[in-house]
């Protein structure tokens, strides 16, 4: 005989204000089978929680159905208030008439009603609830972070701080990202290179941190805090264990005409590089498209060159298997493509330049030495136009319908180090809306009004024209309600910033979820901001929304955090919600364990009774409980339906749709 | 093609005799001349009721889930479609393959019955066959017909091939199809909702639920059938109106979707000629579109684009529009 107990929380006014939650708590009790049906105002507090104790041994409960809020918000919550009456926390289900019910309907009676079903839907599926025990597994003490800019590289750094081992796998040939390309940062203006390499040269030299360059993630395998991960080190044909980075090489390579990616294209490469003088690791790649040796088998300078013999042209691709507790997000992001921006000249004209090229242009190890001059003829320019959000809070569709958030500050940065440094140069700056919120963030930007003249056009610009050997700007000037024309002789667009293509397979392998602008999702935007949905999966830097670098630098940490959280755990408490097959009904024909993303499910030859003292011997599925993450998606598979999952079997979830239709 | 009947009945024996299988499943003669059963033969002298021709239509594959447990190998005869059902089985580990001796035979597509009685043959004595048409002789005379007017549906839209044998016995290239499987189910798909669902109310209310398609098929191989589990909790259940039991077809094409090789069976079974394999067929077609062109039981490997995930496979949104 079961003795249900329904507990009816107010939320406040969240639920209260459109729920009628004593007619609910009224109605539930009459169900049969409910023996207490309460309502309270909080029922997550510490009063309400005493209330649904004591309602267990007083009325000795056999199972409590609480109508709150989402599972997600306080299901654990309720769980431990069980269990410490004494009741197995499995014996408790949630009624979600919050989040589904009181927030997404405005009139009472309905609402009222549809709490109501779903309170009775909860009290079916109890009925057919068992209690569960849970298993432990143990703890990889070994972290990945996918992503070598400066939120992989802090990240890495706090957890190798902590004493536990991490891995940093990074898609180009060196670690350091965009802001190894920056020229300096604001709000204090100094180079990014002087705050970055030192941390670099950390990672490099902690001998906690492996760091694989030219390195990709090409499978993920398990769960939290045993995930399998397989890593693709590309061949970069050359032995980095025995490169010195004396650079020879490069000097010697003929085939010298490939885009300088770090120089943003801005100069050319030879087929043999390294990146940039502070590379992380310090050794040499070759291009394969690039080199004459590999593409068509005459050359081998760098070979002959080479005094440690590093070179070695027949190096193929490795793929590494490692294990791993935790799994860090740090894949970074990558300014829009132009090509839906033709008005602004970028593709037609080369004297127009994204913010990040600009970088480039003024960086003293850039193409022109740090030399500002224009790409066309390499002469100073001498009136310089900014166009701000560009792609950024675009709802056209040609753009970003968000705000990039950083390209408000490294205008006004660029614009205040021209004036500083070119005094007579011109400035304008066209924006929508000026935005930078942020500890001495304000001050800066009017510095570079105030302080150093700059221009502040309030307005979008229509096109960028060529005329007479200068670029025209033509544009509205809000404030002044007119259309302005500005004779440029260099405009620089901030293109909006996006998260890097790769996200989208990461987030497949490692089955965290992305939003419509492919960032990455957080567990909770306001609480977790840091954690994926998925267990074990943590978002660092840009991957997860627009920031800037003091922002990224926080949020490395703080994901850092939560990872020796975990791997500080010797042993994590299994899902008690598993799959197990029904022995009786299964065919063994392998599409369950098909589907198993973690490949808990195995076959083994059982000998079944037929009767009249025969025996057979048939083929099974089982169910290791330890690696099942209880996804269910072997239950949906199975055609004989042999595959349930504890806790959500097949005739609870019936049984609920059943009493949500009953009339 | 009667020579076909002879080399079958020749190899059954000889490889009776030499001890290579314990027993034959093949097709033996019924009460009327049309009326083929499948059976197995354990001796010469069971073999005189052995018969390979236009009437052999039955898919003997799924019979092979019992007899490849027992002792002894079993010798099976398998017409094209038949082979594609067995690597299904295969795959899905129902079939004990080393037990199974396979003998792929040709098949230049079997007669339907039912258009048969419609052409007013009621008793059939004996059967010519040539690749293209096909002689009935019936009370003492002889119906000649072209094969497209007297064959199964299956079979006039068959592009299968024997994929799956120890050995074969073939005499002939194979026919090819004048018409295109899907060409069907275009059509249905060009209906309205309001169309299609009369026309499937129209064919499905004839079903008198004897369960033949269920049994035939090779694809409805579970150890306890859903609609004979009383603990599944649908048994026994009212019915909201008289046409929700005819939905059980409807279950069914889902519950064999991704793994039905179109073979045909639960049409050619149906006492009531319900166009049956219609549903899977529509299936296939989606299935198609969505994953790639894929046959169920092409091989007993690969897994089918239903049951594995692949970050290739398309979202639905890119299939059918809409935003992404």
Not at chain 1, 226 to 232: A, E, L, P, T
Not at chain 1, 250 to 266: E, T, Y
Not at chain 1, 424 to 445: A, C, L, M, Q, S
Not at chain 1, 641 to 650: H, I, N, P, R, S
Request: hydrophobic share 35%; glycine share 8%; proline share 4%.
């Amino acid at each position: 005989m079961q003795r249900i107990g329904v507990f009816v929380c107010w939320c406040g006014s969240n639920i209260a204000s459109t729920v009628d939650v004593k007619k609910v708590a009224e109605v539930l009790k009459a169900e049969p089978g409910v023996v207490i049906s309460e309502n309270y105002q909080y029922m997550c507090s510490e009063n309400g929680q005493a209330l649904i104790r004591n309602a267990i041994k007083e009325h000795s409960l056999t199972g409590i159905v609480v109508c709150s809020c989402s599972p997600r918000m306080h299901e654990a919550t309720f769980r431990r208030t069980a269990e410490s009456a004494g009741l197995n926390p499995y014996m408790v289900e949630i009624a979600n008439i919050r989040e589904q019910c009181s927030w997404i309907h405005k009139d009472m009676e309905e609402a009222t009603e549809k709490a109501i079903i779903l309170g009775r839907s909860a009290i079916a599926k109890l009925k057919l609830n068992a209690p569960l025990t849970s298993g432990e597994s143990a703890v990889v003490k070994r972290a990945l972070v996918i992503g070598g800019g400066i939120a992989g590289i802090q990240s890495a750094l706090d957890i190798a701080e902590a004493g536990f081992e991490v891995d940093i796998v990074e898609t180009s040939p060196t670690i350091g990202g965009n802001m190894a390309k920056l020229d300096k940062t604001f709000p204090t203006l100094d180079c990014a290179a002087c705050i970055l390499t030192p941390k670099m040269v950390d990672c490099a030299q902690n001998e906690k941190i492996d760091i694989l360059t030219y390195s990709e993630v090409e499978s993920v395998k398990g769960f939290v805090g045993n995930f399998k991960v397989q890593i693709r080190k590309k061949a970069r044909f050359v032995d980095e264990k025995k490169c010195t980075g004396c650079g020879e090489c490069m000097q010697k390579c003929p085939s010298k005409k490939g885009l300088n990616d770090f120089n943003m294209g801005l100069n050319t490469r030879p087929a043999i590089y390294i990146p940039f003088a502070q590379a992380i690791p310090n050794v040499a790649v070759i291009d394969p498209e690039q080199c004459l040796k590999l593409k068509n088998g005459k050359c081998g300078l760098c070979a002959m060159k080479c005094n440690v013999n590093a070179i070695d042209y027949t190096q193929k691709d490795e793929i590494i298997e490692r294990e791993y507790g935790a799994i860090v997000v740090a894949t970074g992001y990558k300014p829009i493509s132009l090509e839906n921006f033709n008005e602004y000249g970028y593709s037609q004209y080369k004297d127009v330049v994204t913010s990040l090229e600009l970088e480039r242009l003024m960086n003293a190890a850039g193409p022109s030495e740090g030399h500002l001059v224009r790409p066309s003829d390499h002469k100073e320019p001498k009136v310089i136009t900014f166009i701000q959000c560009v792609g950024s809070r675009d709802t056209s569709g040609c753009g970003k319908p968000y705000c990039s958030k950083i390209c408000c500050m490294y205008t006004a940065k660029h614009a205040m180090l021209i004036r500083e440094k070119y005094p007579d140069t011109e400035v304008h700056v066209f924006y929508i809306d000026v935005r930078t919120p942020g500890k001495n963030y304000d001050e800066f930007f009017r510095r570079a009004v105030e302080q150093y003249g700059v221009d502040y056009v309030k307005g979008m610009v229509g096109k960028v024209y060529e005329e007479n050997g200068k670029l025209m700007v033509q544009g509205a000037d809000l404030i002044n309600n007119e259309q302005v024309v500005i004779p440029s002789d260099l405009v620089v667009l901030a293109a909006a910033i996006e998260p890097s293509p790769t996200v989208r397979k990461i987030a497949t392998m490692v089955t965290a979820s992305i939003d419509t602008n492919n960032f990455l999702t957080e567990a909770h935007a306001k609480l977790r901001p840091v954690e994926s949905p998925t267990a074990g999966i943590f978002l660092s830097g840009v991957c997860q929304g627009p920031k800037d670098i003091p922002e990224t630098v926080s949020q490395a940490s703080a994901c850092a955090a939560k990872v020796i959280g975990l791997l500080a755990k010797d042993k994590l408490k299994c899902n008690a919600s598993v799959a197990h097959s029904d022995e009786t009904l299964c065919s063994g024909c392998s599409v369950c364990a098909n589907v198993c993303p973690y490949g808990a499910i195995t076959y083994v030859d059982k000998e079944f009774r037929l009767g009249g003292g025969k025996t057979e011997l048939r083929r099974v599925a089982s169910v290791n409980p330890a690696v099942c993450q209880g996804c269910g998606a072997c239950t949906v598979t199975c055609p004989s339906g042999a595959m349930d999952l504890k806790g959500f079997t097949t005739g609870q979830i019936m049984a609920e749709v059943d009493a949500i239709c009953k009339r | 093609m009667q020579k076909l009947n002879e080399l079958a009945l020749e190899k059954a024996k000889t490889l009776l005799a030499n001890g290579t299988v314990a027993r034959v499943l093949g097709w033996k003669k019924g009460e009327l001349g049309y009326d083929l059963e499948p059976a197995v033969f354990y001796s010469e002298s069971d073999l005189e009721g052995f018969i390979y021709n236009a009437f052999s239509g039955a898919n003997l594959s799924k019979y092979l889930i019992e007899e490849s447990k027992k002792e002894g190998k079993v010798l099976v005869f398998l017409k094209p479609c038949d082979s594609y059902s067995f690597n299904q089985l295969v795959k899905e580990h129902r079939i004990v393959k080393e037990n199974v001796y396979t003998v792929g035979i040709e098949c230049q597509g079997k007669l339907d019955v039912k258009k048969l009685k419609e052409k007013g043959i009621e008793i059939v004595d004996g059967v010519i066959e040539n690749v293209d048409d096909v002689t009935v002789i019936s009370l003492g005379k002889e119906y000649n017909f072209v094969k497209e007017e007297v064959l199964l549906g299956k079979c006039s839209v068959c592009e299968k091939h024997l994929l799956s044998y120890d050995e074969v016995i073939s005499l002939h290239d194979k026919r090819t199809p004048k018409l295109d499987r899907f060409e069907i189910v275009k059509k249905l798909e060009a209906m309205t909702a309001d169309e299609r669902y009369a026309f499937w109310k129209g064919e499905l209310s004839k079903c008198i639920r004897c369960n033949a398609c269920r049994n035939v098929c090779p694809a409805c191989n579970c150890l306890k059938c859903v609609f004979d589990n009383d603990a599944s909790g649908i048994a026994s259940k009212a019915n909201s109106d008289s046409f929700e039991e005819k939905l059980f077809h409807i279950i069914r094409a889902f519950h064999v979707a991704g793994r039905c090789t179109d073979c045909g069976e639960c049409s050619r079974v149906c006492p009531q000629a319900i166009p049956l394999h219609l549903l899977n067929r529509k299936f296939i077609s989606d299935i198609n579109r969505l994953y790639g062109e894929f046959q169920a039981g092409e091989d007993d490997v690969t897994k089918g684009p239903l049951t594995a995930y692949t970050t290739g496979d398309a979202e639905p949104s890119e299939v059918f529009g809409g935003n992404k």
